[in-house]
């Protein structure tokens, strides 16, 4: 199994990014997903996860801001983020909460204030 994130990049406090997340060698619809962070200094967390049955689950800094979604046509999950603040700066990552795989390389979210 294979994870590929995409989409981050730097944006200005208040911008918006969307991360993807391709995934090979699993069919995303059959399981849970989740999007994890990870900041310098810091422990990696999970940011949001999206059930296999449709349950939403986000972390109460994001609440509000951030989305998480998937399209199964293309095995692929997002992370729609508004509202970015310096504090979401980090690196990004998917995976599959009940099931992990190899974390693959993520994708640096850079906030600037």
């Known amino acids: 199994v294979q994870l590929q994130a995409s989409g981050g990049g730097l944006v200005p406090a208040g911008g918006s990014l969307r991360l993807a997340c391709a995934v090979s060698g699993r069919t995303l619809g059959s399981y849970t997903v989740g999007w994890y962070r990870q900041a310098p200094g810091k422990q990696r967390e999970l940011v949001a996860r999206l059930e296999s049955r449709g349950e939403l689950y986000y972390i109460r800094s994001v609440k509000g801001r951030f989305t998480i979604s998937k399209d199964n046509t293309k095995n692929t999950a997002y992370l729609q983020m508004n509202s970015l603040e310096p504090e979401d700066t980090a690196l990004y990552y998917c995976?599959?909460?009940?099931?992990?795989?190899?974390w693959g390389q993520g994708t640096l979210v850079t906030v600037s204030s």
């Open positions: 995976n599959f909460p009940y099931s992990f795989v190899d």
